[in-house]
């Protein structure tokens, strides 16, 4: 049984008289844990105040599917007092690390002494202030680095498409580059005419500016490869179809190649094919260089965005383009965008830039985009709209998810209220947004939400 003498090394209780104390003591209930049991689950129902005379409890939470420390209570101590008071689950685990001696006090009896005692109330609701605070110190980091996470995940799968196709390009072209030059030397032996040669010359180059400008539609370089295939192997070249691609590619007509290949058809060395080959292999290589260069621009392109993003480099606030900082993250996301999200822009490009702490304003919309995109589950249509009046910038964000439920929609806002299951919502997101829209802008945030149709407004001043 608990004893006053325990029950007043802790300091609110020494608020309480002996009486007060004595009837604590008499309705405490006695537990005993061994190392690992566990005294309460995260998101758990709360189940009384706890008195821990002796032992440790380790308080974790569950962030992304994995049980993060965030404390300890050693002896002596109190807790559980958070979903007692405030009627929430319970927002950590608490485990036995040893053998732990300890109490519980029912809810009704803890709020009980709050309500008779104002210094124990207000020593109680101190002390609740700072865990809460601490709890939340905690998580807003575990959130920022679970968001730069998925970031960083996201972008890693981004670039590796560019940089893999990076690495083929470079790996091949070396090869090709050696043959065309034996190809030259080859021909070059040959003493051929410089019309012929000039001839040669210029379908290639015509070539390289159909490949590079993209000149040919689908529907026509299929058409074009069939027939070529056709011409080729009438020709006798093996594997005429690794030939027929290319020289597609590069426009070439059969009417040119009959030109080009006249005088080489009773030819009895390997120039009777050595031109085809040239022509093919000069346009594989400058398909090459085209498909690479796009790879180092996507590579460019997304690193230049990442540090955008995060306003590397710059001062606190700066003169911010929002819509800038819209595509910045709507790049960062495409990995999620792309699966079957479509999205659709309605930007004021008449909008001015504003004064703003840029990196944390890309927080805000990589919330919302990203509450967005869960709540149409992957598929469905993200609206962005950009519009200003009346010295302020208004931005709003509509999915056309299932919406937020009417009994829910006046908590949202509240710090650690998630409607996700445990250890994959931290209840931070949208608080954060409000935090920055509202204390950081001196803007405002609202919202509208039916089925079909959710609409997150921004509203933040240009001056």
């Known amino acids: ?40 689950h995260e998101g758990e129902p709360g189940c009384g105040l706890f008195i821990l005379v002796r032992g440790k409890v380790n308080v974790t939470r569950r962030s992304e599917g994995i049980e993060i420390p965030v404390g300890q209570h050693e002896a002596p101590s109190f807790f559980g007092e958070i979903p007692v008071l405030t009627g929430e689950p319970a927002p950590v685990t608490m485990r036995a ?33 700072s ?9 807003r980091g575990r959130e920022k680095m679970a968001a730069l996470g998925t970031l960083a995940a996201g972008l890693a799968h981004e670039l590796n498409n560019p940089a893999a196709a990076l690495v083929r390009t470079f790996g091949e072209m070396p090869a090709a580059i050696l043959e065309l030059q034996r190809m030259n030397l080859v021909y070059g032996q040959r003493n051929v005419d410089e019309a012929h040669t000039q001839h040669w010359l210029r379908v290639r180059d015509r070539g390289y500016d159909a490949i590079l400008n993209n000149q040919l539609d689908p529907v026509t370089l299929s058409d074009r490869e069939a027939v070529l295939l056709d011409w080729l192997e009438d020709y006798g ?79 606190t606030q700066q003169e911010i383009d929002i819509h800038q900082g819209l595509e910045d993250t709507l790049r960062l996301f495409v990995h999620k965008l792309k699966c079957g999200v479509q999205v659709q822009r309605n930007y004021d490009r008449n909008l001015p830039k504003i ?13 919302l985009i990203d509450n967005a995109i869960d709540a149409m589950d992957g598929k469905g249509l993200l609206e ?80």
């Not at 806002?413 to 947004?433: I, R």
């Open 237 to 315: 070249v093996k594997q005429a179809w690794k030939l027929a691609e290319p020289l597609a590619e590069g426009g070439v007509e059969v009417e040119t190649l009959d030109q080009l290949m006249e005088r080489w058809r009773n030819d009895n060395t390997e120039l009777r094919e050595m031109g085809l080959h040239w022509l093919s292999l000069s346009f594989e290589v400058m398909s090459m260089i085209k498909h690479g260069l796009r790879g180092a621009e996507r590579i460019s392109e997304l690193v230049q965005a990442m540090k955008s993003y995060t306003y590397l480099d710059q001062g």
């Open 1 to 40: 049984m608990l004893c006053v003498e325990e029950l007043i090394d802790l300091e609110p209780f020494q608020q309480l008289p002996k009486e007060r104390l004595q009837w604590v003591c008499d309705r405490a209930q006695t537990l005993e844990l061994a190392p690992g049991d566990i005294l309460a």
């Open 384 to 463: 962005i709209t950009t519009s200003h009046c009346d010295r302020f910038a208004h931005i709003e964000i509509v999915d056309s998810g299932s919406g937020i439920p009417p009994e829910i929609q006046t908590r949202i806002f509240e710090p650690f209220f998630t409607t996700k299951a445990v250890g994959h919502g931290s209840g931070l997101g949208l608080e954060t947004v409000r935090r920055i829209v509202e204390n950081r802008h001196y803007g405002t945030l609202s919202f509208k939400s039916q089925p079909g149709r959710t609409c997150f407004s921004t509203c933040l001043p240009l001056t």
């Open 97 to 129: 690390l040893t053998t732990c001696n300890l109490y519980r006090l029912k809810g009704e009896d803890f709020r009980k002494l709050l309500h008779e005692c104002r210094d124990f109330e207000r020593m109680v609701f101190r002390i609740m202030q």
């Open 355 to 367: 004064l703003a702490y840029g990196s944390e304003l890309n927080q805000v919309w990589t919330n």
């Open 131 to 139: 865990r809460v605070r601490g709890l939340e110190s905690f998580i």
